[in-house]
């Protein structure tokens, strides 16, 4: 499946960088994470369950996770941060920012990086993309701050392929019923997430070689063998 934009090379990322206060990230990307994205609706957790059930029917270890949660802290987070806001001033989107990342830097050091260690393949349902698309391109935090911010929460790690599950925000948003919509996805109006979804397409075209964009308003099933195809053809 070629990615969006796909003569662009990908975007040149420093393998290790220093930043001001001489803190040092070491940049490493890991063939063996992959993450899945997308917008509301876009049938990511179907998806990476599926994923993950094709890669153990192939032999491999391969294990599940999602964003936020996959940790007690993630899910004590996830409930926080997805509870609807009626009767409150709400959440302020560095608030946001900062909580989805305290999530991931506990995901990250708990689960996601001694899985890889130990020579696991890793699928995460949402990572730090989501934080560019709805924290950065729908609230309108500065992208190059929300990027810091991830570097500190996830120390560096980054997926070896990440899989855009698209969907337009009217039929994403459509698939979900009213009493079973998250904060997101009841409280912020459809520009919010018109921006979100264009913003994970930008991201894409902005490194076509880690990211791999499936349409996802197609049968599920479809969709299933892409994501499939994608993951086979890097391991
Ligand atoms: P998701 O698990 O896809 O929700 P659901 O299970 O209800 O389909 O995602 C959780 C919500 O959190 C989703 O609306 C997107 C939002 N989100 C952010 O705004 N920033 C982030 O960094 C992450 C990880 C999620």
């Not at 153990?56 to 993630?74: C, F, I, K």
């Not at 997805?82 to 989805?100: C, H």
């Not at 599950?165 to 009841?186: H, I, M, W, Y």
């Amino acid at each position: 499946m070629p990615p969006v934009g796909g003569s662009r090379p990908p975007a040149s990322e420093p393998a290790h960088s220093r930043r001001p206060g001489g803190h040092a990230y070491t940049s490493s990307v890991n063939g063996r994470f992959i993450t899945l994205e997308g917008p509301e609706g876009a049938g990511k957790t179907l998806q990476a369950e599926r994923l993950v059930g094709a890669l153990h029917a192939r032999g491999h270890r391969a294990r599940l996770t999602r964003e936020p949660g996959g940790t007690d802290l993630g899910e004590q987070i996830r409930s926080i941060v997805l509870a609807r806001a009626e009767g409150s001033g709400g959440i302020d989107a560095r608030a946001d920012a900062l909580l989805f990342n305290a999530a991931r830097a506990q995901l990250v050091s708990e689960v996601i990086k001694p899985a890889l260690a130990a020579g696991e393949i890793v699928v995460c349902a949402r990572f730090a993309d989501s934080t560019l698309a709805y924290q950065g391109y729908g609230a309108g935090l500065p992208i190059d701050e929300l990027r810091a911010v991830a570097a500190v929460a996830t120390g560096g790690l980054a997926p070896g392929l990440t899989i855009l599950l698209d969907v337009s925000p009217e039929v994403g948003l459509a698939r979900k019923a009213d009493d079973t919509r998250n904060r997101f996805e009841a409280s912020f109006d459809l520009d919010f997430h018109r921006r979100v979804r264009d913003g994970f397409l930008e991201l894409a075209r902005g490194e076509p070689g880690r990211w791999r964009v499936i349409e996802a308003e197609r049968d599920p099933d479809a969709v299933s063998r892409d994501v499939l195809e994608a993951v086979l053809a890097i391991l």
